[in-house]
């Protein structure tokens, strides 16, 4: 007997893997989910057009017009979720996905679990109840950082405009995804090569973002430092529009 998911819209799969692409079909269908499946952007397109999906998952390496070049398309549409799937795992590769829309970016190989897992939370999130749009500190509230004006917005929705050195720190911990990131990925992203004293200027950096999210937005910034490792952001935490 199947177990009715909690996500009831359609879903679209987009992968040049056919054997990958229907056996994910047939498992998300096989737990209720309603799935159609392309093998290219061309084929989606097309598809797309007659069946809108109101959820696309993207493989990152299609032929011809790759995963980001639909998502960035998809991303002008509000109605639609996007999940890109990827074997590349770098920040920078992370970054990519999210100034192309993505509402999360998961590596392969991936549990299928996993996928569904992450469909069913961009679902809730997208449909919560009015109420819980506006309460303060919901569990399905998340924090959201945008590029187009490095901007932060706190769950309770009230935001504060990053420097370049603020939004390129937080561009990081966000495009990991919960995960923690080294102290000499921060710096890369920061200074691109050796300046003096770096580990006490993100030190300071980090203090003084911290102490500025309390001021001006009135929740405690949720950044966790990692002993002898690194920092994590610990909430979840969107991206949207392009890197300024």
Known sequence: MNTPSHYTGQI??????????????????????????????????????????????????????????????????PGVAILLL?????????LAGLAAGADRYLVKP?????????????????????????????PTAAWRLDARDWRLTAPTGKAMVLTSHEFAVLRCLVAAQGKTVAKRELLQALFRSRVPNADERLNVLLSRLRGKAQRELGSPLPIKTVRLSGYVFTEDCFGSGTPA
């Open 12 to 77: 679209a799969i987009v992968d040049d893997d056919l054997d990958l692409l229907q056996s994910t079909q047939e498992y998300l269908q096989a737990k209720g989910y309603r799935v159609w499946i392309a093998d290219s952007a061309e084929a989606f397109y097309k598809a797309f057009a007659a069946f809108p999906a109101q959820t696309v998952v993207l493989d990152i390496g299609l032929p011809g017009e790759d995963g980001l070049s639909v998502a960035r398309l998809l991303s002008r549409n």
């Open 86 to 94: 990827s074997a590349r795992d770098t920040v920078d590769d992370r």
């Open 110 to 138: 991936i549990d299928l679990r996993e996928l569904c897992a992450n469909i069913d939370a961009i679902h809730a999130r997208r449909h919560a109840g009015p109420a819980a749009s506006i309460a303060p500190a919901t």
